[in-house]
């Protein structure tokens, strides 16, 4: 699978908060044997993508501990076994990054890629990581849907373009370049162990985006 703009990402110091508290948070006991990614963490999936899902940011005991996104915790799972019900991996879950996972048709990523203190980025440091967004988008010249896991990232997305509108479950959003957003909750625990994201829902909002993108 293709990492855009891989070196560009690993390397950034924009935000010394960010960085300070993935290099400094303490690991759980079940991960103290783990060798932390600890660095900022770039998207994944399939350079001629037609969907970009974009996420919040990885989670400190999942994208930041094995430095894939969507990898090593519970919105992973979701993202991952969502897109395998639809036939667009190879794998029902995805565990490190060199466990076989192959992506078609989807490109993952997130509006921040380093793990922010009670997954709450500021403004600043969301800003700073948008040019990674931005370049993202343009590059993956064969996307015609993109779907963004909460009010963060729908948000990252729109101010890329320079429009507004309002999030919820659901929304569509025609973009000026002809792509369509979808808005949907965040696959978190917060939310799928809630009930406020159902699988069902979901797997609906995958199916929506597939769709759309064959058009």
Known sequence: MKSLFFNEIVSCNKCPRLREYIKNKEKPPRFKDWDYWNKPVPGIGDENAKILIVGLAPAFNGGNRTGRVFTGDESGKWVIKGLYTLGLCNKEEGVSRNDGLEIKEVYLTNAVKCAPPENKPTKDEISNCSSFLKMEIEN?????????????????????YGIKAEFYHGVIVKLPDNKVLIGSYHPSAQNTKTGRLKWEDWIKTLKLALDLSKN
Do not use: P, R, T
Request: glycine share 4%; no cysteine; aromatic share 4%.
């Open 140 to 160: 993956l010249k064969k996307v015609k849907v993109i779907v963004a896991l909460g009010k963060i990232a729908f948000d990252s997305v729109l101010s890329i």
